[in-house]
């Protein structure tokens, strides 16, 4: 008989890194598909090589993920499912280093300064590189026992060396919310007392207070807006189009006056998902 071809979810980095780790937890069933940088992910799930993107946005330290809401506007994506995953990191080292040998620590721009607490008194020098799990590879190939890495523990484990200290965190919510894209589009079926997502773009006219008049429609409903980036759209300083996310499902009939009064003051509006709230989003 003949296989079944297992389908891909495409991520930023190499085997180990917490976007890895994220594809296995949220979607269990897919092949991971490791990729140099986002947008040869989204690529990926563009051409054809990936049924799916998994695809960090934002960070309970670190805040938005810049590179992706720059990406996101200019893509024909929808988003099927938002997970949010705890993360915590590992010092780790070459087989036979020990804390007090480390002088140097590799690790991605975003994840060095999540765990200032626990490197400064070791004096190391923090050199930013690719991203956590690249840093736990050039590690493990240099083999120096004076140089770590600040990464999972699944890149320890894939790429061979020891934990010298784990959970090293700053701060223990420290949290990544991931979104997991496709080409196609999928709004979840509504069901009574369900919490849902859903992510809008638009673009708003050039009136005064359209923004703002645009939005009104949301707090009338009594719908929470979670979510509102902006962007200029290519480089006009007059057009901006911005990103939002609401507490709601398109078959309320709350959410659909609150499109209604939008549609007046927005030029565009375009649906990009709704999704179940992930259950360990927290209520404000």
């Known amino acids: 008989m003949p296989t079944t071809k297992k389908k891909k979810v495409a991520y930023q980095g190499c085997p180990g890194a917490y976007s890895d780790m994220a594809c296995r937890a949220a979607a269990p069933d897919y092949e991971p598909l490791p990729?140099?940088?986002?947008?040869?992910?989204?690529?990926?799930?563009?051409?054809?090589?990936?049924?799916?993107?998994?695809?960090?946005?934002?960070n309970a330290i670190a805040g938005r993920v810049a590179d992706i809401h720059?990406?996101?506007?200019?893509?024909?994506?929808?988003?099927?499912?938002?997970?949010?995953?705890?993360?915590?990191?590992?010092?780790?080292?070459?087989k036979g280093a020990k804390l007090e040998d480390i002088t140097r620590i590799f690790s991605h721009v975003h994840a060095l300064p999540q765990c200032r607490k626990f490197?400064?008194?070791?004096g190391a020098e923090e050199i930013v590189y690719g991203d956590t799990a690249r840093s736990a590879q050039k590690v493990a190939e240099d083999g120096n026992k004076?140089?770590?890495?600040?990464?999972?523990?699944?890149?320890?484990?894939?790429?061979?060396?020891?934990?010298?200290?784990?959970?090293?965190?700053?701060?223990?919510?420290?949290?990544?919310?991931?979104?997991?894209?496709?080409?196609?589009?999928?709004?979840?079926?509504?069901v009574e007392g369900g919490r849902y997502i859903t992510s809008l773009i638009f673009e708003v006219r050039n009136w005064p207070a359209a923004l703002y008049k645009s939005l009104g429609g949301f707090a009338t409903a009594g719908i929470?807006?979670?979510?509102?980036?902006?962007?200029?759209?290519?480089?006009?300083?007059?057009a901006t189009q911005f990103y939002c996310e609401a507490e709601a499902h398109p078959?309320?009939?709350?959410?659909?006056?609150?499109?209604?009064?939008?549609?007046?003051?927005?030029?565009?509006?375009?649906?990009?998902?709704?999704?179940?709230?992930d259950p360990n989003r927290q209520d404000g």
Do not use: W
């Open 224 to 238: 929470n807006m979670t979510k509102l980036e902006s962007y200029m759209m290519k480089g006009n300083f007059v």
């Open 119 to 122: 490197t400064k008194p070791l």
């Open 146 to 190: 004076d140089s770590a890495a600040i990464a999972s523990a699944l890149a320890g484990e894939i790429y061979g060396l020891e934990v010298l200290a784990e959970n090293i965190e700053d701060e223990p919510y420290n949290t990544t919310r991931f979104i997991l894209l496709s080409k196609n589009a999928k709004v979840t079926e509504f």
């Open 70 to 94: 720059h990406l996101l506007p200019n893509r024909d994506f929808y988003i099927q499912k938002e997970y949010f995953m705890p993360i915590h990191h590992c010092l780790l080292g070459v």
């Open 251 to 277: 078959k309320e009939q709350r959410f659909q006056y609150a499109l209604e009064e939008m549609a007046f003051f927005a030029s565009s509006i375009r649906t990009m998902g709704t999704y179940e709230a």
């Open 35 to 58: 990729c140099n940088s986002f947008a040869d992910a989204f690529d990926a799930l563009e051409d054809g090589h990936a049924d799916y993107a998994m695809i960090p946005i934002d």
